[in-house]
C-alpha cells in the first residue's frame, strides 16, 4: 500500500476511531487493535505498542473536553477505585510488557477475541435489560 494510501486510511480511522472513543469514553484500544492489524496487516503485538502511543492524545483530548464540561467532578466520589486500579494497571502493564516477548502472537489474537467477544455479548445484554 502506497504511503500516501495508509496515510489517507489512517487519517480517516482515526477519525472513526476518535468520535467512537469520545462518545463512549475510552481510550479506543478496542477499535484500534483490529484496525491496525486487518487494515494495514501489523502484527498485534506492533499494534498493541501503536495503539497505546495513539490513545495517549486522544485521552489527553477527551479528558481536557470531559473537565471543561464540568464532567469530572462526578468522579471524586470514586477517587479511592480510581487510584487502586490505575496502581494495579501500572503494575499490570509492567508484568505484561516484561512478559510479551514470551507470548506467541496465536495467544494474543485469542485473548483480544476473547476480550471483544466477551464485551459484545455484555453489550448485548445490557441493551436488553
Not at 482515526?14 to 483490529?34: C, H, N, R, T, Y
Request: aromatic share 6%; glycine share 12%.
Amino acid at each position: 500500500m502506497p504511503v500516501w494510501l495508509r496515510t489517507i486510511i489512517g487519517f480517516a480511522a482515526g477519525i472513526v476511531i476518535g468520535i467512537f472513543s469520545s462518545m463512549l469514553g475510552v481510550a479506543g484500544g478496542e477499535m484500534m487493535i483490529p484496525t491496525i492489524m486487518l487494515v494495514f496487516a501489523i502484527s498485534i503485538k506492533i499494534a498493541g505498542t501503536l495503539s497505546l502511543a495513539i490513545s495517549i492524545p486522544t485521552i489527553m483530548i477527551g479528558l481536557s473536553k470531559y473537565y471543561r464540561q464540568g464532567k469530572l467532578h462526578e468522579l471524586r466520589a470514586e477517587r479511592g477505585f480510581i487510584g487502586w486500579m490505575a496502581a494495579g494497571s501500572i503494575v499490570g502493564a509492567l508484568i505484561g510488557s516484561s512478559l510479551l516477548p514470551f507470548v506467541p502472537n496465536a495467544l494474543l489474537h485469542v485473548l483480544l477475541g476473547v476480550i471483544l467477544l466477551v464485551s459484545a455479548l455484555k453489550l448485548l445484554s445490557h441493551g436488553k435489560a
